[in-house]
């Protein structure tokens, strides 16, 4: 049951109203296991530059992460820089420096071929399809894309999505990728390119998650401080996948409760900066946060219509 995920491990730069921070760990690949770790063992593929501590990811390699798959490589580790205003669902790029991750070159480790459970953060379609070929019989392969992809990698993105079985998107990408403003049309439009399942993250405003025979929707946890919404889509990934990994349960009402826990994970990362409130949760919070989740939207069926 074991997790892969490929992605970035980065510093972040990021300003919101509410304070800033400077390069904070941060990066696909971190937030993603960071919350899949509470779940089931997780295995890293990334790249970092001679500048980064392997101290800072302690908290991790306690829960079991594996970060033999992590490459230090000469020159510095990425960085990225964001801003939020007030409206946490909008931001703006301040800057990329791709650094050692502009030649990254996933290569899986042997004894990491055997993975299960398989997390293609956002990269390269290219790349993602190359991972996969070096896997030798997922369970469950979740992808992740973005704009740049779709714009400048279309034909190799439909090569990769064939292959996968569950698309993690946001509401803007799912409409570019589909060429449809509405997202019930884009979601039949994309899971006809492949994926069985289809998630739309959609911010504040929750998760809509589509399945061949229906649909379930998780709304975002509301809290009173949000201050800083940064990976909060991959840490969405890491509790989605990690709950799946741990119950090995891929039955349609199984996936429903992962979109919760994905829910419930991302909830906590947006309460402080950085990876800062994912190092050191109990399960018992994780459990009391589910089961929020749960209080806020069952109602008795028989009292009303
Ligand atoms: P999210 O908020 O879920 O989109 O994830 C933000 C994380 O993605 C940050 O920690 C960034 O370091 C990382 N990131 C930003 N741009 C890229 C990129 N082009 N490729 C890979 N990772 C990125």
Known sequence: ??????????????????????????????????????????????????????QKLDFLTKRKVDLRGLEVRKGKTFRWGGRYDYDLNSRTTLFTHLNVFENFAPAIPKEYRDSEFIFLANIAPELQMEVLQQIRSPKLVALDTMNYWIDRSLPALF??????????????????????????????????????????????????????????????????????????????????????????????????????????????????????RLQDLTTEEIRQRFLGFWHMT????????
């Open 159 to 276: 090569e990769t999505l064939r292959a996968v079985n569950v698309l993690i998107i946001n509401d803007s990408e799912a409409r570019q990728l589909a060429q449809e403003a509405n997202l019930v049309k884009a979601a039949k439009k994309i899971m006809a390119m492949g994926p069985q399942v289809l998630i739309i993250k959609k911010g504040e405003h929750g998760a809509l998650m589509f399945m061949s025979e229906s649909f379930f929707w998780a709304p975002a946890y509301p809290l009173e401080s949000i201050y800083d919404p940064t990976g909060a889509g991959d840490t969405f990934a890491g509790g989605f996948i990690g709950y799946l990994a741990k119950s090995r349960n891929l039955s349609p009402d199984n996936y429903k409760c992962a979109l919760i826990v994905g829910s419930a994970m991302a909830s906590f990362c947006v309460e402080r900066f950085s990876v800062e």
């Open 298 to 305: 069952h109602f008795d069926q028989n009292s009303g219509f």
């Open 1 to 54: 049951m074991s997790i892969l995920v490929v992605g970035s491990v980065a510093f972040d730069t990021v300003e919101t109203p509410f304070g800033a921070v400077e390069d904070a760990l941060g990066g696909s690949a971190i937030y993603f296991s960071a919350a899949a770790s509470y779940f089931a063992p997780v295995r890293i593929v990334a790249v970092v530059g001679e500048d980064f501590s392997k």
